[in-house]
């Protein structure tokens, strides 16, 4: 009886849980699928990520641990990890005296560090991944050798006279021993930034053919004599040739020499073969190998994928099987036609230009089945996502795209406006292989966009612009590791490349609540499906000087917008949404309010609804219910403000005086732009300072309990986070520059105001240029800047630095003592605004 209880008992717990276990997948499956609560909470694959940049040997464990915890906090869900050179300036260069030589990249110690990376993430539950080698292009190493790496045809041509037996030695082709690669590099061996020279260029070479021609003008394929077979291995040709005069080509292949960039001196090595089925396997097998050994555990639970990112290895002319290849998909012999690479044409006009047509489809051909292919194939494989950037090389974007697992494309910062680089066929691409993830490196940004005076409200309609444009989750370009103590900050740079989006950043903290305006955006742009705009889908008429851009998601009975101001101005537009019969609500993804839209008119199928903007601010206009009110209601959709007091005259202010800001608070007798101040500790000040004040109210302002009051904090460089009265009213970081006042929280007398205000590092930076150096610098090779030459002596010695007035510490300068500061503080007004 016992045994039969205990048997039941045993049932019936197994049946309940079964039951709450479905009952939970049940609920999931309704929360992934309710846009409400992706918007409220949102889960954690629709949050970003980032490009993390590990600076040749300057990388430490206690800084990889820090700048996870930092990532996690801030609100980030994965890495996406880059092992470069010390510096790029843009090309790979060297800081001297590294406190931390032994770290090479893909060596030991390096994997040590990377496994370190994978510990910690798992720990915090977050996915990483790596590049595909040292570097950031495209895909190789030391391990590649030169017949494994990208081939270029090369020729010798030799003059004979015919009529007799010819025993004749050909030249072996010869080329220029400098690497044919777009970008040159910093050669320690020469100390020149150069093409260096590649050893294998002179050592390495295959015979193709030997063909012979008449001497002048156009041939035709009856002309092309091949005498590929009577030359001997070691380029002895006899030939009885015909009478008179002929030019002699030997062709053959060698490696162009193309190194991978911007990596370590020590981990830089060659350009696999694209085009070469053994060359990429060699190659990804290779990486994999390493993964397993030292990652084996995380594969598949922490480590997800393997990153190769936008193209710029140059354009090979051969591989060793392209001969076959060319025949077999193009349905004719190549050979004759070599000669055009020695500038001689063959046949027709339209003969040259169609073999031409011919010889770059069959490049684009094998790139998309031996490189994308094999890439994705192996990957898949081995259970590791395939991430790439799939463009800018000899292919066709569209068909290496359904290759990739996840699709990535970029857009930069070029004067402070969204420019999507080679966006556009890559993300129609997305949209014919019905991929719904379309990540971006985002903010990439020059140093006139990007010298350490971006911030959140300047980055705010970029993106936005992006989200339009039909990106959904943002990898941010760039966030390097910070292997030092905080004492030095900024820190470590990228050289001369944006954005700097680091844990060092001076906004770091508060810029949390830029994230989860991210997170909130995500959430909801990965919702669904992608709309694609038809002629009537959105339509918009400004009153103003605004531009207002949009995309539109869509499932079931429900259409979610997302409408963007992405001037930098503010105005007012009449919005016509392609929905009837449906309650327009809007959702603002930075404060997270929800509201009913009761005035807007329907006409000609369309929803109108007039909706003003401030500078820079975006909506979801969402339509999930059915329309039960009638139209034209009197609710007003946006409250008027009226001014009920301004918080006027002196302020106490503080500064931090670590970071060279007065001691003691300072009296501000007005709010006034920080740079206009007398004191150098004000002048150059970069950091928080933190304002405070007492003031009363009328008692008209306390007395009416259903007023809905509002903190304005007017004018404001860069972000700010406000307290009343003790109660947090968060993070403010873009327009409307406004905090909701709770219900009874304003007194008539003695409410106490504080606000911390943050600006950007670039004035403390031109600050430290008023005193004398202590550092030595080297002329960046592009543009402006300067990069460190090599870690100083107080800086290894960790003792106190000898420039007593200086107070930053970074790899890359972009300041003289002359640079223009940037307006920071607290200007306001400040006020208290009521919602009419």
């Given at each position: ?6 048997l ?31 918007f409220?909470h ?68 390096w ?5 370190h990376?994978?510990k910690?993430?798992?720990r ?31 020729w010798?041509?030799d ?19 400098h ?11 020469t ?42 291995a ?36 060659l ?40 193209y710029?290895a ?14 077999r ?20 006009i ?17 790139y ?14 081995a ?11 000899p292919?066709?974007?569209s ?16 004067a ?16 014919k ?10 903010f990439t ?37 910070q ?27 508060p810029a949390?609540?830029m994230?989860?305006?991210w ?83 329907e ?69 006034e ?36 009051l ?62 004398p ?27 106190p ?24 503080g ?11």
């Amino acid at each position: 009886m016992r045994s039969n209880f205990l048997l039941l008992l045993c049932f019936c717990v197994v049946v309940c849980m079964s039951k709450a276990q479905s009952v939970n997948k049940q609920q999931a499956r309704k929360e992934s699928d309710d846009p409400e609560f992706l918007f409220l909470h949102p889960p954690e694959y629709v949050k970003p990520g980032v490009l993390w940049m590990w600076m040749g040997s300057n990388i430490s464990k206690g800084g990889i641990t820090k700048d996870l915890e930092a990532l996690h906090e801030e609100g980030f869900s994965s890495t996406t990890m880059l092992s470069l050179a010390d510096v790029v300036t843009p090309w790979a260069n060297e800081i001297r005296n590294s406190p931390t030589p032994q770290y090479i990249s893909w060596t030991e110690p390096w994997w040590e560090l990377v496994k370190h990376a994978a510990k910690e993430s798992k720990r915090l539950g977050m996915d990483f991944g790596i590049f595909n080698g040292p570097s950031y292009e495209t895909s190789g190493g030391p391990w590649i050798t030169p017949d494994l790496s990208m081939q270029e045809i090369c020729w010798s041509s030799d003059t004979v006279h015919g009529g007799a037996i010819i025993t004749e030695q050909l030249p072996r082709p010869k080329v220029d021993p400098h690497a044919n690669e777009p970008f040159p590099l910093y050669n320690p061996n020469t100390g020149l930034v150069e093409k260096p020279e590649i050893e294998a260029r002179r050592t390495y070479y295959k015979d193709i053919a030997v063909l012979a021609i008449p001497p002048d003008g156009p041939v035709s394929k009856n002309d092309i004599i091949d005498l590929t077979n009577k030359m001997s291995a070691d380029g002895k040709l006899t030939w009885e040739a015909p009478a008179g005069t002929w030019v002699v080509y030997r062709f053959g292949h060698t490696t162009t020499g193309a190194l991978i960039q911007p990596a370590q001196w020590k981990a830089t090595g060659l350009e696999c073969d694209k085009m070469s089925l053994e060359a990429v396997s060699f190659h990804i097998d290779y990486v994999l190998n390493e993964i397993k050994k030292h990652l084996g555990e995380y594969v598949g639970n922490t480590f997800s994928h393997i990153y190769f990112d936008s193209y710029e290895a140059g354009w090979p002319s051969w591989t060793p099987k392209f001969k076959e290849e060319f025949s077999r998909r193009r349905g004719y012999d190549i050979t004759p036609w070599l000669v055009m690479f020695a500038d001689r044409r063959v046949g027709s006009i339209a003969d040259s230009i169609q073999f031409g047509k011919d010889f770059d489809t069959t490049v684009a051909d094998l790139y998309r089945d031996m490189y994308f292919k094999t890439i994705s194939e192996k990957l898949k494989a081995a259970h590791i996502a395939f991430l790439s950037e799939p463009y800018g090389g000899p292919w066709k974007v569209s068909e290496v795209v359904p290759y990739v697992h996840r699709v990535m494309i970029e857009f930069w910062t070029h004067a402070g406006k969204y420019d999507p680089y080679l966006a556009d066929e890559t993300l129609a691409a997305i949209r014919k292989s019905d991929q719904n993830l379309v990540q971006s490196e985002a903010f990439t940004g020059q140093p006139v966009d990007s010298k350490w005076d971006e911030n959140p409200e300047w980055m705010k309609p970029i993106g936005d612009a992006a989200y339009c444009a039909g990106v959904n989750r943002f990898v941010i370009h760039r966030f390097v590791e910070q292997p030092w103590n905080d004492r030095y900050k900024p820190g470590a740079t990228m050289g001369r490349w944006g954005t700097h989006f680091d844990r060092t950043q001076t906004w770091w903290k508060p810029a949390k609540a830029m994230v989860r305006y991210w997170q909130r955006c995500q959430a909801l742009l990965q919702w669904g499906v992608f709309a694609a705009a038809g002629e009537k889908d959105f339509s918009v008429v400004t009153t103003d000087s605004i531009k207002v851009k949009f995309t539109h998601r869509h499932k079931d009975k429900i259409d979610i917008y997302f409408i963007a101001n992405t001037a930098r101005e503010s105005g007012s537009a009449i919005c016509s949404f392609n929905v009837t019969g449906m309650q327009p609500e809007i959702w603002d993804p930075v404060s997270a309010s929800m509201r009913v839209l009761h005035q807007f008119e329907e006409k000609d199928r369309e929803t109108i609804v007039t909706i003003p903007f401030e500078k820079a601010q975006s909506y979801f206009v969402v339509f999930r219910k059915k329309r039960t009110d009638g139209l034209n209601n009197h609710e007003k959709n946006f409250a008027a403000l009226k001014r009920v007091a301004e918080i006027s005259g002196s302020w106490k202010v503080k500064f931090d005086s670590v970071w060279g800001g007065p001691v003691n608070s300072i009296d501000f007798d007005t709010l006034e732009d920080w740079t206009k101040n007398s004191n150098p500790g004000i002048r150059y000040y970069s950091g928080t300072a933190i304002y405070q004040k007492n003031f009363d109210l009328p008692s008209s302002v306390i007395d009416d309990k259903k007023a809905k009051l509002v903190l304005d904090l007017g004018e404001v460089k860069h972000i700010a986070h406000a307290y009343l009265n003790g109660k947090d009213l968060g993070v403010i970081w873009t327009s409307p520059w406004r905090a909701q006042i709770p219900a009874s929280l304003l007194k008539s007398k003695s409410n106490h105001l504080r606000i911390e205000v943050t600006n950007v590092w670039a004035n403390r930076l031109i600050g430290d240029e008023q005193e004398p150096p202590d550092c030595e610098w080297l002329p960046g090779h592009l543009d402006s800047g300067r990069f460190l030459k090599e870690f100083p002596d107080w800086f290894l010695k960790k003792q106190p630095r000898p420039s007593k007035g200086r107070y930053c510490f970074t790899t890359w300068n972009y300041f003289t003592k002359d640079s223009p500061l940037i307006p920071s503080g607290l200007m306001g007004p400040v006020r208290i605004m009521r919602e009419e």
